[in-house]
Structures are given as C-alpha cells and as structure tokens.
Nanobody, 126 residues
Framework: QMQLVESGGGLVQPGGSLRLSCAHS????????IAWFRQPPGKEREEVSC????????YYADSVKGRFTISSDDAKNKVYLQMNSLLPEDTAVYYC???????????????????WGQGTQVTVSS
C-alpha cells in the first residue's frame, strides 16, 4: 500500500516562503505523476502543481506560476513544493496525490485508485 505524507506547512506572513514535502513509500515507482492540490476554507479542491516522471511534464496553476516550484528527489522518495511570495489567498490545506498508472501525466489525472496524503495546513497571514 502506497503512503504519502506531507510536511512543511505552517503560519507565514504575506510575502514569505515555505517548502512543502511529500514523502512517498510502499512502491518502487518506475513511473508516476505526483501533484499538489489545495483546498481553501469553504472552497473546492484545486490542483496547484504536478510533476510526471514518465514524460517529464510539469504543470502549474495560473495562480501560482512564477511563485511556486515543484521538484522531485527520487533518491529520497520525495516531491517538494517551494512556495515563494505567498499571498493570503494561498491559505489552504495542501495535499499531495500520486498516480502510478503507466500513462500518468500532468495536469494530474483523477482516478479512483489515486493515492492521497492527509494534508498539511498552510496559513498566510500577518
């Protein structure tokens, strides 16, 4: 059973930075797509960024382009989301999700057998 564990969330002032980590375990991944989603209070979940090992695709939502950077460290089984120039509207619970299908790509393909982490809270406030 694959497991995803997010970390790195917290409280930060507007304009600040955070780096989220998604540690994945339980599978030796020959190919995968891992995405970061977020769900602001009272709003729907949205995809923020995604990285695919199979085709090298990377995706960013328009709202985070130029501010967020996704990266992966396969040796450590981690995917990171570096978040700079944070805004109050970035406040949300951030989740990582994995698609281990052979055709996984970005933007992330939602399927019934995707794996999800428990989420980490990011609060941007002065």
């Amino acid at each position: 059973q694959m497991q995803l564990v997010e970390s790195g969330g917290g409280l930060v002032q507007p304009g600040g930075s955070l780096r989220l980590s998604c540690a994945h375990s339980g599978f030796i991944l020959d190919y995968y797509a891992i995405a970061w989603f977020r769900q602001p209070p009272g709003k729907e979940r949205e995809e923020v960024s995604c990285i695919s090992s199979s085709d090298g695709a990377i995706y960013y939502a328009d709202s985070v382009k130029g501010r967020f950077t996704i990266s992966s460290d396969d040796a450590k089984n981690k995917v990171y989301l570096q978040m700079n120039s944070l805004l109050p509207e970035d406040t949300a619970v951030y989740y990582c999700a994995a698609d281990t299908s052979f055709d996984g790509t970005c933007p992330f393909i939602l399927r019934s057998d995707n794996y999800w982490g428990q989420g980490t809270q990011v609060t941007v406030s002065s």
